[in-house]
T-cell receptor
Framework: GENVEQHPSTLSVQEGDSAVIKCTYSDSASNYFPWYKQELGKGPQLIIDIRSNVGEKKDQRIAVTLNKTAKHFSLHITETQPEDSAVYFC???????????FGRGTSLIVHP | DGGITQSPKYLFRKEGQNVTLSCEQN?????MYWYRQDPGQGLRLIYYSQIVNDFQKGDIAEGYSVSREKKESFPLTVTSAQKNPTAFYLCASGPGEKLFFGSGTQLSVL
């Protein structure tokens, strides 16, 4: 089955800096890669996603890049703000099952 | 107000007791999921259901049971066979690949 590795487990940045979270996956059949943000005491929320036919996608201060050859994808957050502090999960799924496999999460801390 | 409702928010289990976590959705999604979240472990799939009256085991189904008698509801029972039940439990639903999560239930052992 699919295996998703996520790094780093904790990321601490100053407000205004950029943050990058990286994930690798093992199943070459995976074609959908979402990112979820989980605030304390809440459920995860989808913030951005990318499909395997696209190399990069941006939405305001967040962007995701995908390298299919190397089987890795990354989340980029620019101009970080304290409200970006949360746990971020990457995931991968294939069109056959729709069931995502999640990474272990990255705790992002943005210091004011 | 559409969404996924999990209850209760906090639940305590005594030794040898079965407890049931509720999950209801009014998003008209076919698929529903249960995940267990432990610190540093990410989200691990317990059970999922892609259609009413059918469900499948996930990666860590031992000690848990589910039912899917209605499209809107997917309750999870944590049985006494689950020896380490303390965790944050998340229910999700989806029309396809994108998942919508509830706010979770924190289960603790007394």
């Amino acid at each position: 089955g699919e295996n998703v590795e996520q790094h780093p487990s904790t990321l601490s940045v100053q407000e205004g800096d950029s943050a990058v979270i990286k994930c690798t996956y093992s199943d070459s059949a995976s074609n959908y890669f979402p990112w979820y943000k989980q605030e304390l005491g809440k459920g995860p929320q989808l913030i951005i996603d990318i499909r395997s036919n696209v190399g990069e996608k941006k939405d305001q201060r967040i962007a995701v890049t995908l390298n299919k050859t190397a089987k890795h994808f990354s989340l980029h957050i620019t101009e970080t703000q304290p409200e970006d502090s949360a746990v971020y999960f990457c995931a991968a799924s294939s069109g056959g099952s729709y069931i995502p496999t999640f990474g272990r999460g990255t705790s992002l801390i943005v210091h004011p | 107000d559409g969404g996924i409702t999990q209850s209760p928010k906090y639940l305590f289990r005594k030794e040898g007791q079965n407890v049931t976590l509720s999950c209801e959705q009014n998003l008209n999604h076919d698929a529903m999921y249960w995940y267990r979240q432990d610190p540093g472990q990410g989200l691990r799939l317990i059970y999922y259901s892609q259609i009413v009256n059918d469900f499948q085991k996930g990666d860590i189904a031992e000690g848990y049971s589910v039912s899917r008698e209605k499209k809107e509801s997917f309750p999870l029972t944590v049985t006494s066979a689950q020896k380490n039940p303390t965790a944050f439990y998340l229910c999700a639903s989806g029309p396809g690949e994108k998942l919508f999560f509830g706010s979770g239930t924190q289960l603790s052992v007394l």
